[in-house]
C-alpha cells in the first residue's frame, strides 16, 4: 500500500514516471479518462529544481474529471464538454499544487457526477479495484479505483450525495466529505450548488487528514466557503457515540452490519462510549434528496445548450433545434432523466407540493441531527446497504440505484462532514464504515479514524 511519505524524499521526475507507468499497467479497469503527462513533467522539473516546495513536493495524484485542470480536456464524462478545455484550475487543485503536488491525470465518474457505479460515464465503467467484475461505486469511481491500485497515494472527488463515501467503502479507501463550505467548489462542474463538497481519497487517515488540511479553506471565488476552521487535533479523549439503527435494520446486508458492529466493539475497546440512537427522518431523506438535487441539476445545466458551453450540433435548422439535439446528443440517459424530475418538481403548481416541501423537511433533517449533536459526539452508520454490486445489476431501475445512496444523502442535505473508513471486508469485497460529526468536526473525525487505525 502506497502513502504520501511513499513519494516524499524522491525526484518528482521519477514519482510522475512510475505514477504514469502505473496507469498505464491498469488501464483495462478504466480508472482514468485521460493522463496530464506534458503539464506533469514541467510540473516535476519545477520541484526537482527547487522552485517548488511544500508538504507534498513531488507527490502524484489523480482528480475527478469534473474538476477543471490543465493540460487536456475536462469532461464530466459527458459528451456535452468532450472538447471542453479548462481556462482556469480549481482552487483547490492550485492549493495542492502550491504545496508541490502534481496532478498526473483524470479520472473516470457517472457523467456530471449524476450516479452510483459510474456506469453513467458516456465513456464506459470503471472496474472495481478489488473485484473487477463488481462496480467501482459511484460517481468518482476512478478517483476511489485508482487510489485503491496505488496508482496515486491521494485523489480528488465530489460528493453531492455519497459520491465520495460510496466508492471509497466499494474499494476499500478512505473517502473524506468534508462541512459544506469548508472547501472551495471554485472551478468544478456543478452538480448541486447546496450540496456539493470538494474531498479526498487516501489509503490511510494520516494521508486523507493532510491532503484535507490543505484543501481547505475560505475563497473568495466561492462565496459559501466558511473561514478557516480545520485545526489537526493531536489528542484524542473519551468521545461520545451514537449508532444509527435506522441503518442497521435487515435492509442492510448482514456482513456490512457484522463489520460495521465488529468497528464498533473496537471503539469501545478504545475507551469511547456507544449508544444507539434514532434518526427519524431518515428513512425520507431518499425522497428530500431526489427532489432538491434534481432541482438544483436542472439549473446547473441549463448553461450546456451549445451556445454558451458545450458541444453544438451542426443538424439543426432553427435555435430549438439547436438547443435541443445539442443536449439530446451531448447528455446521457440519467442526466436527462434528472433535468425532466427537476423542472417538473419547479414547475408552477408543483413546486410548493414538491420543492417547497422536501425544503421543509430537510430543515427539520438538520433539527434532527443538531439535537443528536447536543448529545453525540459522532454518529456512526454503514455507508452503504450492500457492498459493491455487479454491472448491470441496478442500471435498469433507477430505484435500485437511488437506494444505494439511502444512508449518505442524509448528511450531504444536512452539510455535515463524514468519513467513509475500511471496516475489512464481507464475502471477499470492502465494507466501509460511516463517521459523521457536528459541521466543524472534520478534524476530530479524522482524529478519530486515525486513531483507529493506530490499534488495529
Ligand atoms: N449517487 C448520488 C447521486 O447519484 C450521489 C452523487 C454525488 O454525490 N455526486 O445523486
Not at 504520501?4 to 514516471?17: C, D, F, Q, S, W
Not at 495542492?96 to 453513467?120: M, P, R, V, W, Y
Not at 460510496?166 to 473524506?176: D, E, H, I, L, R
Not at 494520516?206 to 462565496?223: F, N, R, S, Y
Given at each position: ?6 513519494y ?10 512510475q ?169 468544478v ?78 471503539l ?19 425522497a ?10 436542472a ?8 451556445v ?42 408543483y ?38 454490486f ?67
Amino acid at each position: 500500500m502506497k502513502t504520501i511519505a511513499t513519494y516524499l524524499g524522491r525526484t518528482a521526475r521519477k514519482n510522475v514516471e512510475q505514477a504514469i507507468e502505473a496507469a498505464r499497467a491498469n488501464e483495462s479497469y478504466h480508472a482514468l479518462l485521460h493522463l496530464t503527462a506534458e503539464r506533469a513533467y514541467e510540473r516535476a522539473e519545477l520541484v526537482d529544481n527547487g522552485k517548488v516546495t511544500g508538504r507534498l513536493a513531488g507527490v502524484p495524484f489523480i482528480v475527478k474529471d469534473n474538476y477543471l485542470a490543465f493540460d487536456g480536456p475536462t469532461t464530466a464524462a459527458s459528451h456535452i464538454l468532450e472538447n471542453f478545455v479548462a481556462p482556469l484550475q480549481a482552487t483547490v487543485v492550485e492549493r495542492l499544487e502550491a504545496e508541490g503536488a502534481i496532478c498526473i491525470g483524470k479520472a473516470n465518474l457517472d457523467s456530471f457526477a449524476h450516479g452510483s457505479s459510474t456506469e453513467n460515464s458516456a465513456f464506459g465503467p470503471t472496474k472495481n479495484a478489488v473485484d473487477p467484475t463488481k462496480v467501482a461505486g459511484g460517481s468518482s469511481g476512478g478517483s476511489a479505483v485508482a487510489v485503491a491500485l496505488d496508482i496515486v497515494p491521494f485523489a480528488l472527488g465530489s460528493d453531492t450525495g455519497g459520491s465520495i463515501r460510496q466508492p471509497a467503502s466499494f474499494n476499500g479507501v478512505y473517502g473524506v466529505k468534508p462541512t459544506y463550505g469548508m472547501t472551495s467548489r471554485y472551478g468544478v462542474v456543478a452538480m448541486a450548488s447546496s450540496t456539493d463538497v470538494m474531498g479526498c481519497f487516501a489509503n490511510t487517515a494520516e494521508d486523507a487528514a493532510l491532503v484535507t488540511e490543505i484543501m481547505a479553506g475560505q475563497d473568495t471565488k466561492d462565496p459559501t466557503t466558511l473561514p478557516d476552521f480545520f485545526e489537526p487535533v493531536t489528542s484524542l479523549s473519551s468521545l461520545k457515540i451514537g449508532v444509527i439503527t435506522d441503518f442497521m435494520t435487515e435492509d442492510t446486508d448482514a456482513g456490512v452490519r457484522s463489520r460495521v458492529n465488529e468497528y464498533i466493539e473496537r471503539l469501545k475497546a478504545n475507551g469511547h462510549t456507544v449508544e444507539n440512537v434514532e434518526l427519524p427522518l431518515a428513512k425520507y431523506t431518499l425522497a428530500m434528496y431526489y427532489i432538491i438535487v434534481p432541482a438544483e441539476v436542472a439549473s446547473n445545466l441549463a448553461r450546456y445548450d451549445g451556445v454558451r458551453y458545450g458541444s453544438r450540433s451542426k443538424d439543426a435548422a432553427s435555435i430549438e433545434e439547436l438547443y435541443g439535439l445539442s443536449r439530446d446528443k451531448g447528455f446521457v440517459a440519467e442526466t436527462k432523466r434528472r433535468i425532466m424530475i427537476g423542472n417538473y418538481v419547479l414547475s408552477s403548481g408543483y413546486f410548493d407540493a414538491y420543492y417547497l416541501k422536501a425544503q421543509q423537511a430537510r430543515q427539520k433533517l438538520i433539527e434532527q441531527f443538531d439535537d443528536l449533536f447536543s448529545r453525540f459526539d459522532v454518529l456512526i452508520s454503514p455507508v452503504t446497504p450492500t457492498t459493491a454490486f455487479g454491472f448491470g445489476e441496478n442500471t435498469d431501475d433507477p430505484m435500485k440505484m437511488y437506494l444505494s445512496d439511502a444512508m449518505t444523502v442524509g448528511v450531504s442535505l444536512a452539510g455535515i462532514p463524514a468519513l467513509s473508513v475500511p471496516a475489512g471486508m464481507s464475502d471477499g469485497l470492502p465494507v466501509g464504515v460511516q463517521l459523521i460529526g457536528q459541521r466543524r468536526s472534520d478534524a476530530t473525525l479524522l482524529a478519530l479514524a486515525r486513531s483507529m487505525e493506530a490499534v488495529s
